[in-house]
């Protein structure tokens, strides 16, 4: 009787996480796709926020934002706090500084997450030794960190590219070049839009990878990781030519791992003709790995992207 009350329990709490209330904000209009249904990943939430005055006369460029939860609401979210995107992006377009722009909040696995969000050809450069190391790797509280999940982040940029942008592209009034279509996140988000952007550079225009988890996993010891990732984005890098990407990072908590690999990054991006029109790296100082951080800074980045 005890495990049956669990089960309930369980399921009950499941569907309340599932069914989150929809993110309510002041300035321009929030639509939700529930449970969208999808060939190569399970089905998920997406919050679509539209502009103020938003018409279909008009054509707007289009924001993809991982961890889609977490975007707009803090009294939604499970640490009330969040990036406070459509106050960014409300208070830039009055003042001129953007041109207009839908966003498509993504919601996150769940317990997927991680295994959704590491970029998975640089995972196959690993050797086998590397890789089995790296899936049992656990967080300080030594709580797995992929949930036994294989690798899925092809997976699930097939969903965003093949299903998520035609849909978003069908049922809203969208400019559909690159040249209008992002990616953003922050730190396996970041990963994830650094990933989108070297896979797919004739569908997105511009990257924002705030807080950059480059480590991969949470420890810097015997980690084979980073250097996978400098040797995928040589490889891999799109053309600066019509192309943009943004990293950045703080100094504090989780943020304090980024600044060396930051830099070595900085360098390659230099090399591969990356210049300050195509491409901006910024360090932070006393800031840490935090909504408050990201929404703190995140006009920077769309300032950067979405100049008219």
């Not at 970029?119 to 960190?145: C, D, G, H, T, W």
């Not at 100082?285 to 980045?301: F, M």
Request: include cysteine; charge should be neutral; aromatic fraction near 12%.
């Amino acid at each position: 009787m005890r495990n049956m009350l669990l089960s309930v329990l369980f399921i009950i709490c499941a569907h309340l996480s599932n069914a989150q209330a929809i993110p309510k904000v002041e300035n321009g209009t929030m639509v939700r796709i529930e449970n969208l249904i999808s060939s190569y990943i399970p089905k998920r939430n997406i919050d679509v926020w539209l502009p103020l005055d938003y018409n279909t006369n008009k054509k707007y460029a289009v924001l993809y934002m991982h961890d889609g939860q977490m975007l707009f609401d803090p009294s939604t979210t499970w640490n009330k706090k969040s990036w406070l995107m459509q106050e960014s992006i409300t208070k830039l377009i009055k003042e001129d500084k953007i041109k207009e722009v839908i966003v498509v909040g993504i919601w996150n696995g769940g317990e997927r997450r991680h295994s959704e969000y590491f970029p998975q050809k640089p995972f196959e450069m690993l050797s086998l030794e590397q890789k089995a190391s790296i899936k049992e790797a656990v967080r300080k509280n030594y709580s797995s960190i992929f949930n036994n999940y294989e690798i899925n982040s092809n997976n699930y940029l097939k969903f965003i590219v093949e299903e998520l942008k035609p849909y978003i592209d069908k049922n809203f009034s969208t400019n559909t070049n690159a040249s209008n279509t992002f990616i953003a996140g922050s730190s396996m988000g970041g990963l994830i839009s650094m990933y989108a952007i070297c896979e797919y550079p004739n569908v997105f225009g511009g990257a924002i990878c705030m807080s950059t988890h480059w480590p991969g996993i949470f420890e810097m010891e015997n980690n084979p990781i980073p250097g996978a990732f400098m040797q995928y984005l040589n490889a891999n890098l799109p053309n600066a030519q019509n192309h943009k990407i943004y990293f950045d990072c703080g100094d504090q908590t989780l943020d304090a791992l980024y600044p060396p690999l930051q830099n070595k990054v900085d360098e390659l991006m230099r090399k591969k003709g990356y210049t300050q029109q195509s491409w901006l790296t910024k360090y932070f100082t006393n800031q840490d790995h935090s909504e408050d951080a990201w929404s703190g800074r995140v006009q920077i980045p769309l300032q950067f992207m979405l100049q008219k």
